[in-house]
C-alpha cells in the first residue's frame, strides 16, 4: 500500500525557478514580436475577449502563440531535470521519484534477488511511424539549443555581463524559430520521418544510455554496497520505415533504406566516441608496460589494421584506431566481435588500474553497442491482417479457386499447407504488385537474419488481428518467402486493437499454440511470446474506461491462457501522448498493470510528439529511461498484489458495459457522422503536412476505417475531449442507482485501494478539466443542421456534467482538477490564449467552407491547428 499511496500524490506545486524563465523568456518572445509582427505585439498583450481578424495577417499571430507554447514546454523541461538534480544533492539519490535508488530503498532486495532480476529486466521504448509530431527536424534542433542555453542559465558564476549575453543568444534562437518558420509546407516524405527518428539517437539516446546504466550501478553501490554483474537492457525498436499499416510509401526498398541509415548512424556515432577515446588515452607501454595476456590481445587488434602502428608506443591509441577502421572497412561478423574488443580495452585499462578512464572512455562505448548493435534500433515491420490474408488468398488462387476467409476450409488449408513440407509451385511474377512487395519484404527479413546484427529486423507486427489463422497466415508467407519449414525465424505479435479481439484474444492464442510449426517457432524465444495491445483503436471502439478495463481483462486471461501451456508473455502496450490514447505518468501507467503481466519485461510505443518530448534532450531522455526500468524493476519485484476482490472486478465489469453502451449510443445517434465532420476541423487536417500516412486506412469515408490519431485529433482541437471521458458519467449514475448503497460503498473502496480505477478516474478527471463545453458549443453552430447539432451537443453537454459529478462523488472534491495543481498551473497558463486562438479557428473553418472558399483550405487554419496542439501539448 506504501507504493500505492506515493503513486498516487497529487504532483506538487511549480517552482520558482521555473517562472523566473518563464517572464525572461516572455520578454525575449515580445522583442522579436516588436521587431517582427508589432501587430501581434500589441494583439498578444491585449485582452483575451479582443477578437483576431480571420484572415492571413492572423498567421504571424498564431505563430507567435505556437513558439510561445513550445518554449513553456521547454522551460517546464528543464526544470523538471533540475528538481530531480536538486532532489538528490539535497537528501540523496532516494529522493529522486522513479529513481533507481528510491525503488532500491522501497524494495529491500538482496544481491541474489537483485541479481536475478536485472537479468531479466528489459525496457524497450519504440519510436512510431504515427504523424502526430508536426516540427521539423530543423525546429526541433533550435529547441534543443534553446534547452541547453537555459542549463547554462543555472550556473550561478555567471556575470551580469555574461548572462545578459547568454540570454542574448536565447533571443537569437527564438528569432530563429520566428524565421525558420513551423509549417510545413509540403509532405514529409518518408526518408525525412527516417531522419527525424534517427536524430534522437544522434542528439540524445546515445550519450543518454550508458548515463542511465551508470546510475544503475551508483543505486546498487549506495544501497547494496556493490555493483551486480549484471546490467539492464534496454532495446530500442522503430517502426519508421517499417510501419505499412496504410501507409503506401512503406515498400521493401525503403524498409532496406531505414535498416542502411539505422546502421550507417551508429557506426557514426561509434567512430565519433572511438576517435576521442583515441585522442585521450595517450598511455605509453614504456612507462606503463600491460600484463602479458593483456597485452596479446591488444596486440591481437591492432594486428588486424596495422596501419595503426603510427603510435607505436601507445597501445591504447594503436587498438582505438584498429578497431574504428574495421568498423569503416565493415570488417566485423557479428556485433559480439566488435564488444569483445571493446571489452578487450576495458580489462587491459583496469589490469593497469586505470579504471578510471575505462569508465570514462570506453564502457560508455561497451554500453551503447550491447544495447545499439549494428543498427541503432530494432527496426519492427507491420501490416494489416486484410493485407495477410488477400495476398494468401491470391497466392492459392493460382492453384485454382482459393476458399473464403473465414470458412473452415481455409483454416484447414492453411494448417495442411503449413505442415507440407513441400509448398505449391508459385509463379511470383504473376502475382499482383501488392502480392510480390510483401513476399519481397518477407525475404528482406530472412536475409537480415543472417547479417552481422540479426537484431536490426524485429516481430512482425499484425494489426487488425482477428483469428489465429490471420497469425498462421502469416508464418504460412514467410515459408513462401524463403523460410525452413521445421521453424520459422519470424517473430509474428498479433496486435489486438478493438473490444472484441481482446476479449477473443485467449482464444485465439492457444489455437496458435495447436499448430506444430507454430508451437515449435515460438518455444525458440525462451518460450515467450510477444502480444500488443492496441489502446487507441479499443478506445475508439469502446470509449476510454471500457478499453482501460478490457485492456486490464484481457492481459490477465492471456497470462493465465499461455501459462496453461508452458508460455510467458510480454506485452507490447501500443499507447499515445494523449489520455484517451494511453497516455498516462508512466511510473503510475506501470503501476496499474495486473500482478504477473510485466515480469521483468515491457515494450511500449513513444509516438510522435511524445518522442520529442522525452527524448530530445539527454537529461530528460535519461531520467525517462530510468523511470522505465525503475518501475519495471518496481512492478516484477512487488507487484502490489491484494487478497482477490470480486466485488471490484464485478463493479468494473457493470461500469465497461454500462460505460461502452452510453458511448456506442453516441455514435449510433442519427447524424452522429455529420456532426463530427462539421463540427470539427477533421476534413480539414488532412491538409496539414505533418506526416507521410493517410488519415484513412483504405480511403473509405466511415468512422470504422477513420485512423485513432486523427478521431483524437479532431475531438481535442474542438475541446469536446469526448474520447478522454464519455460514457463514464452514464455508467456511474446507472451502477450508482441500481446498487444504492452497498455500491457506493464498493465506488469508494475501488477509489481508495485499485491502482487501475483510480488512475482510470484521474486521467478522465484531467481530460474533463481540459474539455469546455462554451468553446466546444461554438464548434458546434459549424454543424449545418440545427436538430442533429441540439441533439448531439444537448447528448454530450449531459454527459460531461454526468461525468463531472461521478469524479466529485469519488474524490470528494467539487473543483474538477483542484487535486491536480501542476496540470492546473500549466494549462491555465495557456487557457486564455488558447481561447481566442479557438475562436479563430471556428471563424477559419466557416470561411474555408463557404461557397467562395470551397474546397480550399488558409494557411491561417493549418496554422491555428498546430498553435492548438502545441497549446494542449498533443496532437492525436
Known sequence: MQA?????????????????????????????????????????ESSPLQPIPAGPEATPYLQALSIWFQLLRIIDENAEV?????????????????????????????????????????????????????KRVTVLEIHRRIYRNLVSLETQRWTPTERAKLLKGLEGEIDLLWLTGELRLTRPSLRDEIEWGLQFFRDAIFDAVPQVMDRFDQACLHMLGKTLNETPDIRFHSWIGGDRDGNPNVTTEMTAVALQRGRETVLDLYRQALEQAASRLSISALILPLPDLNRARIQEIINRFPEAGRNRNEPFRQALNAIRHRLTDGGYDHISQFVSDLDALNNALCAVNADILARRYVRPLRRAATVFGFRTTTLDIRQNSTVTTDVLA???????????????????RLRTELSDQNLPYQNRDALSDQAQELLALLALVYSVRSEPDPKAIGPFI?????????????????????????????????????IADLRNAPAILLDVLGVPLARRSLKTDGNTIEVMLGYSDSGKDGGYFCSTWELERAQRRIVSALASQGFKVTFFHGRGGSVSRGGAPTGRAIAAQPSGTIAGRLRVTEQGEVVSTKYANRGTAAAHLELLLSSTLRHTANPGETPARPEFDDALDALSELSQTAYVSLLQMPGFLEYFQQASPVEELARLKIGSRPARRFGAASLDDLRAIPWVFAWSQNRHLITGWYGFGAAMASFRKFRGQRGDEVLQDMFKHSRLFRLAVDEMEKSLYQADMSIAAKYGELVCDEEIRQNISQAIEAEYERACRAVQFLTGDQTIGHRFPRLRERFDRKRAELDRIHALQV??????????????????????????????????
Open 394 to 412: 491470391e497466392i492459392w488462387s493460382q492453384s485454382g479457386q482459393a476458399p473464403d476467409y473465414g470458412t473452415a476450409e481455409w483454416s484447414a
Open 82 to 134: 533540475r528538481d530531480r538534480r536538486l532532489a538528490e544533492t539535497n537528501s540523496g539519490p532516494e529522493a529522486v521519484e522513479g529513481g533507481f535508488s528510491e525503488v532500491l530503498s522501497d524494495l529491500s532486495l538482496t544481491d541474489s534477488q537483485m541479481e536475478k532480476l536485472t537479468a531479466d529486466l528489459c525496457a524497450g521504448p519504440t519510436l512510431t511511424a504515427h504523424p502526430t509530431e508536426a
Open 462 to 498: 499484425l494489426s487488425m488481428t482477428r483469428s489465429a489463422d490471420d497469425i498462421l497466415g502469416v508464418y504460412l508467407l514467410a515459408r513462401y518467402a524463403g523460410f525452413g519449414s521445421e521453424t520459422l525465424d519470424i517473430s509474428v505479435v498479433p496486435l489486438f486493437e478493438t
Open 4 to 44: 500505492l499511496a506515493r503513486n498516487i500524490q497529487p504532483t506538487p506545486e511549480p517552482s520558482n525557478y521555473a517562472e523566473g524563465l518563464r517572464s525572461e523568456l516572455r520578454v525575449l518572445w515580445r522583442n522579436i514580436l516588436l521587431k517582427r509582427a508589432p501587430h501581434v505585439a500589441t494583439w498578444a
Open 843 to 876: 471563424e477559419l473553418l466557416r470561411q474555408a467552407r463557404s461557397e467562395l472558399q470551397a474546397g480550399s483550405v488558409p494557411v491561417p487554419l493549418l496554422q491555428s491547428m498546430n498553435a492548438i496542439s502545441a497549446g494542449l501539448g498533443w496532437t492525436g
